[in-house]
């Protein structure tokens, strides 16, 4: 099956400093989410994004498809952005349907 | 719109129980999906629907079962407990039958103990 991976696993950063997260795939998929998962285990969506470029605020993520990765940048960061970052792909798994296969996720401490 | 809700939030079971988790979203979404999610590890599919009446299984799928009556509604039932099926348990919802080109939109989850 695909393989997803999540770098660096574990991440402290002080609060103002900024990072890249990046998750790689081991084959073509047709489109790629990047969720938060906060403190509390809720997941909230962050990035909608097949391909190309996008940006919300101190968050963008680029995904390159050809390449087979994703990138997400976080600016200025903040103590709430603590948390799990997660990548999942889409990928056809078994039958005719589409399915999301997450990654192992990337911890962020935020440190004031 | 209330998203996606998940009952119960906690549950603690005793090995051979059984129970219902209750996920309803009402968004019209088409499809519905539960996911498990254990310690160190991202979430991993367990069983999916892409409307009333259809089911199919995702990577994990025994110990569970799943029906899909209705649009809002998709119950996952474990029909006897057992300790390893401790997890986070996750409920998601898209617009399309099938995920492609869809966002996901999860559930708060249940924390589910077995012992």
């Known amino acids: 099956g695909i393989q997803v991976e999540q770098s660096p696993p574990d991440l402290i950063l002080q609060e103002g400093a900024n990072s890249t997260l990046r998750c790689n795939f081991s084959d073509s998929v047709n489109n790629l989410q990047w969720f938060h998962q906060n403190p509390w285990g809720q997941l909230i969506n962050l990035f909608y994004i097949p391909s190309g470029t996008k940006q919300n605020g101190r968050l963008s993520a680029t995904t390159v498809a050809t390449e087979r990765y994703s990138l997400l940048y976080i600016s200025s960061s903040q103590t709430t952005d603590s948390g799990v970052y997660f990548c999942a792909v889409e990928w056809r798994y078994g039958g005719a349907t589409n399915k999301l296969i997450f990654g192992t996720g990337t911890l962020l401490a935020v440190q004031p | ?115």
């Open chain 2, 1 to 115: 719109n209330a998203g996606v809700t998940q009952t119960p939030k906690f549950q603690v079971l005793k090995t051979g129980q059984s129970m219902t988790l209750q996920c309803a979203q009402d968004m019209n979404h088409e499809y519905m999906s539960w996911y498990r999610q254990d310690p160190g590890m991202g979430l991993r599919l367990i069983h999916y629907s892409v409307g009333a009446g259809i089911t199919d299984q995702g990577e994990v799928p025994n110990g569970y079962n799943v029906s899909r009556s209705t649009t809002e509604d998709f119950p996952l039932r474990l029909l006897s407990a057992a300790p390893p099926q401790t997890s986070v348990y996750f409920c998601a919802s898209s617009p399309e039958g099938t995920v492609s080109s869809y966002e996901q939109y999860f559930g708060p989850g249940t924390r589910l103990t077995v012992t």
